[in-house]
């Protein structure tokens, strides 16, 4: 038969109220009382019930996580590290994919509201106005995009973005193509950005092809549309576009780097295996699931912060880059 509450209490030689607040209230238990009481739960195998738990304090101790897709390795990493952390604080992290659908997302929100104690919301499509309304329901910590008003976590893509264009420009390369993510993503914005104005202080011109979603299948489709701008190097969205990319140019005959250089933004796994294997710019995903998963507990909701976190991105120089062709491709196709 488990452990029961009183069990500890009887064991501890404590009331059983103390053995409650230690477990919901711990700073309000003399440290010594605390560690006895700890232990004697361990030794037991006492474990809380959370349901009862929340009714006493109004917590449910578990985290809410909505990504924009799943499937993208991009977020596997910062969903196991986010998991990692929530559980070292004693909290259960529940993880949904909205498919990139911006009214799903919104549903998510609606539906977990009174199930978590905050929401972490991952590449959100959803508009700031939105967000900034749900904010009202539930406590919420945006990664990957800045939000008036709210905590959030983003990486640096603009550093990561100007890095690449000069890598690029540094191997000779005048005539760049940058491949575009979804439509309403902060981080293509802030890489577009950053990416032109590289450009344009490096005397190279900049051709702007998208919006596509970022997916693999899309970098392929995206193909024909790079080879048209006469582009001798490409900087894409992010890894799974530019694999997309290199299978249509292997398709077409066109040699890379070669003929056509190629780097993408978040250096997941598969851009070390495939050949030639991608240039890249490193995101430190993990770190930012951590990053958020303190960010939201880090107060109770009257001083909840509001601070903007910006983690560092890396060049990641592999194969798939190298020095622009001697004669200028020309924007035909074989």
């Known amino acids: 038969m488990p452990a029961t509450i009183r069990d500890v209490a009887r064991a501890s030689g404590v009331h059983v109220s103390t053995v409650s607040r230690t477990f919901s209230a711990p700073h309000l238990v003399n440290p010594d009382t605390r560690s006895r009481v700890l232990s004697t739960a361990e030794s037991l195998g006492y474990r809380p019930n959370r349901a009862a738990r929340a009714l006493i304090t109004g917590r449910t101790h578990n985290i809410g996580l909505i990504v924009a897709d799943i499937a993208n390795p991009f977020f596997p990493p910062l969903i196991k590290a986010a998991e990692s952390q929530a559980r070292s604080r004693d909290y259960h ?90 439509r309403g993503s902060w981080t293509n914005r802030e890489i577009r950005r950053s990416a032109a104005l590289a450009a344009k202080a490096a005397g190279a011109t900049l051709s702007a092809v998208g919006p596509y979603q970022p997916t693999e299948a899309a970098g392929a489709a995206a193909c024909d549309a790079v080879l048209d701008t006469g582009a001798t190097a490409v900087l894409a969205y992010n890894d799974l576009m530019a694999i997309g990319l290199l299978e249509g140019l292997h398709d077409r005959g066109i040699r890379v780097p070669e003929e056509l250089s190629v780097v993408g933004i978040d250096d997941i796994m598969l ?59 020309t924007a035909s196709r074989p």
Do not use: W, Y
Request: with cysteine; proline share 7%; charged share 25%.
């Open 93 to 182: 992290l529940f993880v949904a994919d909205t498919n990139e659908d911006p009214v799903a997302e919104e549903d998510l929100v609606h539906a977990l509201a009174k199930q978590v104690d905050g929401v972490l919301l991952c590449s959100p499509r959803m508009s700031n106005d939105l967000i900034e309304k749900l904010r009202k329901e539930v406590p919420l910590v945006v990664v990957n995009r800045p939000v008036e008003g709210l905590p959030a976590v983003v990486m640096d893509v603009a550093h990561g973005a100007r890095t690449a264009i000069e890598h690029l420009v540094a191997h000779g390369h005048r005539d760049i193509a940058l491949l575009g993510g979804p």
């Open 271 to 329: 851009s070390r295996l495939i050949r030639p294997k991608l240039t890249t710019v490193a995101t430190p995903t993990a770190a930012a699931g951590r990053a958020a998963v303190d960010m939201l507990l880090q107060h109770d909701d009257e001083t909840r912060t509001t601070a903007l976190v910006t983690l560092q991105t890396q060049l990641v120089v592999r194969d798939s880059t190298g020095p622009a062709p001697v004669e200028r491709r």
